[in-house]
């Protein structure tokens, strides 16, 4: 007894037993029921299982994606993030079915508009949704982006780049970024510390031993060492 379940972009998927396949809007059958687990169509794409390995087929049932990962996982609205558990590595293919990074990444997480962050073993990087660097896989870390800005900590330093991978502040400019809630940074040298904003502007000078946050207020309160200072960022 076949029984439909769900649509969505002119595909429905169907159950035939305790296997699964998908018809077109007309009722014609695009993929017979071979599936035990599968995702409806986004973007052109279904993920799918025989045999409890994912794989992916387009809109006219085509295989663009092999059956033999543990795991994938939608990235944006163009490609997928695979797991191979046998290496327990990541890799990324399109929505075409292309490989775009091999299957030998530790860890691979969508950023933000097709910007890609990776690590092999315990240097991360950012790459594009071919697959070119931006970033180089030679870094500590690599923060979420900040507006358009990340921080990158190189060994014990930190910088901060673009969403071209374009440096913004230098390394040794300062000594720590910490992001604030209002589009502000903390920074610190020299165990001095003071706010910028996401393009390196001095906004608050680096001389004040500890502050407060402007996290519910325009305004908080600094020490320089010998006295305290009400200072509106703005």
């Keep these: 007894v076949r029984s439909c379940i769900g649509i969505q972009q002119g595909r429905a998927a169907f159950n035939d037993g305790e296997l699964s396949g998908f018809i077109d809007k007309a009722g014609k059958e695009i993929v017979p029921a071979k599936y035990v687990m599968y995702s409806l169509f986004e973007n052109g794409v279904a993920t799918v299982s025989e045999d409890y390995y994912w794989g ?4 006219n049932g085509k295989e663009i994606i092999p059956g033999k990962y ?8 163009n490609h997928l993030i695979v797991y191979d558990e046998a290496t327990e590595n990541y890799g990324l293919y399109n929505k075409t079915g292309d490989e775009i990074l091999s299957v030998n990444y530790t860890w691979i997480e969508y950023r933000d508009e097709n910007i890609f962050y990776v690590s092999i073993d315990d240097m991360a990087g950012l790459v594009d949704g071919n697959g070119k660097e931006i970033i180089a896989v030679e ?3 690599v923060s979420q982006f900040y507006g358009d800005i990340c921080i990158v900590t190189t060994g014990e330093q930190q910088y901060l780049a673009d969403k071209a991978g374009n440096v913004v502040i230098p390394v040794g400019t300062y000594d720590s970024y910490y992001y ?3 589009g502000l940074l903390q920074v610190t040298k020299n165990n001095q510390l003071g706010f910028t904003d996401l393009r390196g502007n001095v906004i608050i000078p680096v ?12 305004v908080t309160y600094f020490y320089d060492g010998e006295k305290y200072w009400l200072i509106n960022y703005k």
């Design 56 to 59: 992916a087929i387009d809109l």
């Design 70 to 77: 543990a795991d994938i996982t939608r990235a944006g609205k």
């Design 139 to 141: 870094n500590e870390s």
């Design 180 to 182: 604030n809630s209002r």
């Design 207 to 218: 001389k004040y031993s500890y502050c407060g946050s402007f996290t519910e207020s325009d």
